[in-house]
């Protein structure tokens, strides 16, 4: 029998979004209610978010899921298992928000995790980031990084405008100054 977690190294329980990861009970749950995963899918669940951000080849989920040893149509097993793993997360194959496949290679676990630490109820992200945590934070950085040029530009503006102005003035009282003889 293979073990639940081929991964010995990661932790019990893991979550992402609104799903939590139960390794010991071989459980997945979607805001505490269990969804159904058969026991092969949840495996490649478990093994893909104990690796965060990093790829797992095809031949890696093969060899640590199914084995040397057993002879199967892998190709027709894996992605039947992907296709129930993304049904109950609701993902899309075509926009990932969970699992992101690198054709012929393998895939990739790309939503942020996070653990409880030993014991104490608390939650700790993992230090590996994810593709989409990574653009929403350049998009973020890039926004603020333009209003603060836009801001500057306007400011700019502003003050060339007030001092053409005051400019403007000063050879208007100048000239009003002069008589004509």
């Known amino acids: 029998m293979i073990p639940l977690d081929p ?3 990661a932790p019990p329980s893991t979550r992402f979004g609104p799903f939590e990861l ?3 009970a071989g ?3 979607k805001s505490g209610v269990p969804v159904n995963l058969p026991p092969q899918p949840f495996k490649i669940l478990a093994l893909l978010a104990s690796r965060p951000g990093t790829l797992v080849t095809r031949e890696e989920i093969h060899k640590q899921i199914w ?3 057993t002879f199967v149509d892998f190709e027709q097993g894996l992605n039947f298992a992907i296709k129930k793993i993304r049904a109950a997360l609701g993902d899309d194959a075509e926009k990932p928000r969970y699992i992101k496949t690198l054709p012929r290679r393998g ?3 790309i ?3 996070a ?3 030993s014991g104490d109820g608390n939650i700790s992200i993992t230090a590996e980031a994810h593709e989409g945590t990574q653009r929403a934070v350049t998009a973020l950085v890039d926004a603020v990084v333009e209003t603060h040029r836009s801001r500057a530009r306007w400011r700019v503006a502003v003050v060339a405008l007030a001092m053409a102005g ?3 003035l000063l050879a208007a009282f100048r000239g009003s100054g002069q008589s004509d003889p």
């Open 166 to 168: 005051a400019g403007a």
């Open 111 to 113: 939503a942020p995790v």
């Open 115 to 117: 653990q409880p630490d």
């Open 7 to 9: 991964d010995a190294s």
């Open 67 to 69: 084995g040397e040893e």
């Open 27 to 29: 459980e997945l749950r």
């Open 22 to 24: 139960d390794r010991r």
């Open 107 to 109: 895939y990739r676990f």
